[in-house]
């Protein structure tokens, strides 16, 4: 898997039409040009060795680490939101209350487990 | 050599320039007026347009001009003006014209029509209240405002804000309400007599948007399409106003200059311009000069005129808070795609008789970019997503403008290097409001938390003023008489809304536009030999 589908199936578990694939190569080319060294051997690092990216990118994000995995997550994110084939999993476009409802609360759950695995992605991260 | 000469066509020269075409006499508008990119128009509603075609190049750009706001440590920008066919709005001239930005994020225009390009098109008049620290009246800009009305197209209805916005019996049937807005709006009126007595009054805004034909120009559409695309007919710009008066040979209107500075020579001002293009420096002569450039620029112009590197000028705004809250009973409803992405109600809060009331606008955000709403979301990425599928169609966010403070304004000067140099200060916000106005909210059944409430960086009102203050008998340098002529500069006038000493809390721009029709019958008054 290349850069752009691990971040991909990372968010939106799902792959990544090639489009999508060819627009975030090219943002993420120019993005990273802004970052130093040290981060984008960081960010490679962390793709090679860690497959739950969600959980890492979760935790980097409260713990100001890894900024161009943080970035990429969010370039992905404004990227994918283009394609109509991704539209649905922003737009809901019918009344669907209890899911709403149950697919928040659960979110919340499920991200607080995330929270704690990827602070020791982190720390299996560091100690590499 | 031209009777007026009118730097920039924003709101307010083009107000101006209006006036002047009424009374008969024809001004010249300089302006560098960058004009929005060729792209085909989208004929169809945003969503409707987004499940067919691949957005890639309306919502990101080639350029990626879209993802401005990705990378935080670079200068945040309204999410407004991100949109690549709305760049061109604040397309800067940096080495042109360069800023330098200190704890101050200041957003100018060089465009054809200038910020309005991208403003909200919401339209307010002043109460006596509002310009109880001006040299002027609302009886002095009442017909102005109704002259406008005439004009722009404005939609609303006269309701419980009358007594802030005044009473105008030309106004268009309101727009539809979205349904988040229609809830809160019915939440409204089951506890009006509660909420009033508390000083809170909840309305229709005053909108330069058409819920009918006005003219030539069509109904609101509700597209969603307010986000990303300029010119929208049923949205009144200036733009608008200055292609009709060019047709009509009204005006004559000359872009791609830059104005340097001016000079007077006997009874005449010298304008001296340098063309964008070649940067070949030209002169104009005119009897009157009128400064409209926005407050940045007028005031820019107005000391480097004076070659004055020692001067600092205040610069009002109007500190801006964003509240986002939410409708339980509203997770998981379908996100409306058919309404109109802006402006919904408005607030006011007035609890006090001596106190300014506080005003803010109620905003649907179904036209931004979701992804705009990823990174503000708290949970881990795919449950983020989820959030932005149910829990954004219950949102709507309140945008609240702090009157401007004269010992947290801004102040601006020109360097040795002829740059302009813009100095912020942090304001102290008053948590009692904050704290306040979630209850208020909490009575109408909306909810939010005081750490969602956002405070927009210094500058990001948008309402830029006070550079040149107008005074009932101006008495100094960078001050103006009540119509405008700058002190010591006879002939130069100032039509924007540098003059205004002070900035409720409501929008400038209806009023700077009002104003401006007013500087525009003085001089024309003079022009003919009448006082
Ligand atoms: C996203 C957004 C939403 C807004 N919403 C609202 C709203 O709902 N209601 C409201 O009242 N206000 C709103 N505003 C604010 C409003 O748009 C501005 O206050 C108003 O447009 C200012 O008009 P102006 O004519 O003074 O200056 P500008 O719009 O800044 O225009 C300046 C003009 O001068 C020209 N110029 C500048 N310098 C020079 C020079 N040296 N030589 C030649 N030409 C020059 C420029 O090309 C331009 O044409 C909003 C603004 C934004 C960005």
């Given at each position: 898997?290349?850069?752009?589908?691990?971040?991909?199936?990372?968010?939106?578990?799902?792959?990544?039409?090639?489009?999508?694939?060819?627009?975030?190569?090219?943002?993420?080319?120019?993005?990273?040009?802004?970052y130093?060294?040290?981060?984008?051997?960081?960010?490679?690092?962390?793709?090679?060795k860690?497959?739950?990216?969600?959980?890492?990118?979760?935790?980097?994000?409260?713990?100001n680490?890894?900024?161009?995995?943080?970035?990429?997550?969010?370039?992905?994110?404004?990227?994918?939101?283009?394609?109509?084939?991704?539209?649905?999993?922003?737009?809901?476009?019918?009344?669907?209350?209890?899911?709403?409802?149950?697919?928040?609360?659960?979110?919340?759950?499920?991200?607080?487990?995330?929270?704690?695995?990827?602070?020791?992605?982190?720390?299996?991260?560091?100690?590499? | 050599?031209?009777?007026?000469?009118?730097?920039?066509?924003?709101?307010?020269?083009?107000?101006?320039?209006?006036?002047?075409?009424?009374?008969?006499?024809?001004?010249?508008?300089?302006?560098?007026?960058?004009?929005?990119?060729?792209?085909?128009?989208?004929?169809?509603?945003?969503?409707?347009?987004?499940?067919?075609?691949?957005?890639?190049?309306?919502?990101?750009?080639?350029?990626?001009?879209?993802?401005?706001?990705?990378?935080?440590?670079?200068?945040?920008?309204?999410?407004?003006?991100v949109?690549?066919?709305?760049?061109?709005v604040?397309?800067?001239?940096?080495?042109?014209?360069?800023?330098k930005?200190?704890?101050?994020?200041?957003?100018?225009?060089?465009?054809?029509?200038?910020?309005?390009?991208?403003?909200?098109?919401?339209?307010?008049?002043?109460?006596?209240?509002?310009?109880?620290?001006?040299?002027?009246?609302?009886?002095?800009?009442?017909?102005?405002?109704?002259?406008?009305?005439?004009?722009?197209?404005?939609?609303?209805?006269?309701?419980?804000?009358?007594?802030?916005?005044?009473?105008?019996?030309l106004?268009?049937?309101?727009?539809?309400?979205?349904?988040?807005?229609?809830?809160?709006?019915?939440?409204?009126?089951?506890?009006?007599?509660?909420?009033?007595?508390?000083?809170?009054?909840?309305?229709?805004?005053?909108?330069?948007?058409?819920?009918?034909?006005?003219?030539?120009?069509?109904?609101?559409?509700?597209?969603?399409?307010?986000?990303?695309?300029?010119?929208?007919?049923?949205?009144?710009?200036?733009s608008?106003?200055?292609?009709?008066l060019?047709?009509?040979?009204k005006?004559?209107?000359?872009?791609?200059?830059?104005?340097?500075?001016?000079?007077?020579?006997?009874?005449?001002?010298?304008?001296?311009?340098?063309?964008?293009?070649?940067?070949?420096?030209?002169?104009?002569?005119?009897?009157?000069?009128?400064?409209?450039?926005?407050?940045?620029?007028?005031?820019?112009?107005?000391?480097?005129?004076?070659?004055?590197?020692?001067?600092?000028?205040?610069?009002l705004?109007?500190?801006?808070?964003?509240?986002?809250?939410?409708f339980?009973g509203?997770?998981?409803?379908?996100?409306?795609?058919?309404?109109?992405?802006?402006?919904?109600?408005?607030?006011?809060?007035?609890?006090?008789?001596?106190?300014?009331?506080?005003?803010?606008?109620?905003?649907?955000?179904?036209?931004?970019?979701r992804?705009?709403?990823?990174?503000?979301?708290?949970?881990?990425?795919?449950?983020?997503?989820?959030?932005?599928?149910?829990?954004?169609?219950?949102?709507?966010?309140?945008?609240?403008?702090?009157?401007?403070?004269?010992?947290?304004?801004?102040?601006?000067?020109?360097?040795?290097?002829?740059?302009?140099?813009?100095?912020?200060?942090?304001?102290?916000?008053?948590?009692?409001?904050?704290?306040?106005?979630?209850?208020?909210?909490?009575?109408?059944?909306?909810?939010?938390?005081?750490?969602?409430?956002?405070?927009?960086?210094?500058?990001?009102?948008?309402?830029?003023?006070?550079t040149?203050?107008?005074l009932?008998?101006?008495?100094?340098?960078?001050?103006?008489?009540?119509?405008?002529?700058?002190?010591?500069?006879?002939?130069?006038?100032?039509?924007?809304a540098?003059?205004?000493?002070?900035?409720?809390?409501?929008?400038?721009?209806?009023?700077?536009?009002?104003?401006?029709?007013?500087?525009?019958?003085?001089?024309?008054?003079?022009?003919?030999?009448?006082?």
């Amino acid at each position: 898997m290349d850069e752009a589908e691990k971040i991909f199936r990372s968010i939106f578990k799902s792959q990544i039409s090639l489009p999508l694939r060819e627009n975030f190569d090219r943002a993420s080319k120019v993005f990273t040009a802004a970052y130093s060294k040290e981060d984008i051997d960081a960010y490679n690092r962390a793709l090679e060795k860690i497959s739950d990216l969600e959980a890492l990118e979760f935790a980097s994000r409260y713990r100001n680490r890894l900024p161009l995995l943080v970035l990429k997550f969010k370039l992905m994110v404004y990227l994918a939101e283009t394609t109509p084939e991704n539209l649905g999993f922003y737009v809901n476009r019918k009344d669907r209350r209890l899911i709403g409802y149950i697919s928040i609360a659960y979110g919340g759950l499920r991200s607080m487990v995330k929270f704690i695995k990827g602070m020791f992605l982190l720390r299996i991260l560091k100690n590499a | 050599m031209h009777d007026v000469l009118i730097i920039g066509s924003g709101v307010s020269g083009t107000s101006a320039a209006l006036r002047f075409a009424d009374n008969g006499i024809v001004p010249v508008i300089l302006d560098v007026g960058i004009e929005p990119p060729q792209e085909p128009e989208i004929k169809e509603k945003f969503y409707s347009y987004r499940e067919k075609n691949d957005s890639f190049k309306l919502m990101i750009g080639e350029q990626f001009e879209g993802l401005n706001n990705l990378d935080r440590r670079k200068k945040v920008m309204p999410a407004k003006l991100v949109p690549p066919r709305m760049r061109f709005v604040t397309d800067s001239l940096k080495d042109l014209y360069p800023v330098k930005e200190i704890n101050f994020s200041v957003i100018q225009s060089f465009a054809q029509g200038g910020l309005a390009n991208a403003w909200g098109a919401g339209v307010y008049r002043y109460n006596d209240r509002d310009l109880r620290s001006f040299p002027i009246k609302k009886s002095d800009l009442l017909s102005y405002y109704e002259r406008l009305s005439k004009e722009l197209g404005i939609s609303g209805e006269n309701d419980d804000l009358v007594p802030y916005f005044g009473q105008d019996n030309l106004l268009q049937k309101p727009l539809r309400l979205s349904d988040n807005a229609q809830k809160l709006m019915n939440n409204y009126k089951k506890k009006k007599k509660k909420l009033n007595k508390k000083g809170v009054f909840i309305g229709r805004p005053r909108l330069a948007v058409l819920s009918q034909t006005f003219g030539e120009r069509k109904p609101c559409d509700y597209s969603n399409l307010e986000f990303w695309q300029p010119n929208l007919s049923h949205l009144y710009t200036p733009s608008q106003t200055l292609k009709k008066l060019i047709k009509e040979n009204k005006v004559v209107y000359k872009k791609g200059y830059l104005v340097r500075s001016w000079f007077r020579k006997g009874n005449a001002v010298i304008v001296q311009v340098e063309h964008i293009k070649d940067r070949k420096i030209e002169e104009f002569e005119c009897k009157n000069l009128v400064l409209a450039a926005g407050a940045v620029n007028s005031a820019r112009l107005a000391l480097t005129s004076r070659k004055d590197s020692n001067t600092r000028l205040t610069l009002l705004d109007n500190a801006a808070l964003l509240f986002p809250f939410f409708f339980p009973g509203r997770i998981g409803c379908r996100l409306e795609t058919d309404a109109f992405g802006l402006t919904q109600l408005n607030f006011i809060y007035d609890s006090n008789e001596d106190e300014i009331p506080i005003q803010g606008s109620i905003l649907e955000i179904t036209s931004p970019a979701r992804a705009e709403f990823f990174q503000s979301f708290m949970l881990a990425s795919y449950d983020n997503l989820r959030l932005i599928r149910y829990m954004l169609p219950a949102i709507m966010v309140m945008q609240l403008f702090l009157p401007s403070s004269a010992e947290d304004a801004a102040a601006i000067r020109i360097n040795e290097n002829n740059e302009l140099e813009i100095y912020g200060k942090n304001r102290n916000i008053n948590k009692n409001l904050i704290n306040k106005t979630i209850k208020i909210l909490r009575i109408l059944k909306a909810y939010t938390f005081p750490f969602l409430v956002v405070r927009a960086p210094n500058g990001h009102g948008i309402h830029y003023s006070g550079t040149l203050p107008m005074l009932e008998s101006s008495n100094r340098l960078y001050t103006c008489s009540k119509f405008g002529e700058l002190y010591g500069e006879p002939g130069v006038y100032v039509a924007d809304a540098s003059v205004f000493p002070y900035l409720p809390s409501k929008n400038c721009s209806f009023t700077v536009m009002a104003n401006a029709m007013r500087v525009a019958d003085r001089i024309s008054l003079l022009l003919k030999g009448r006082t």
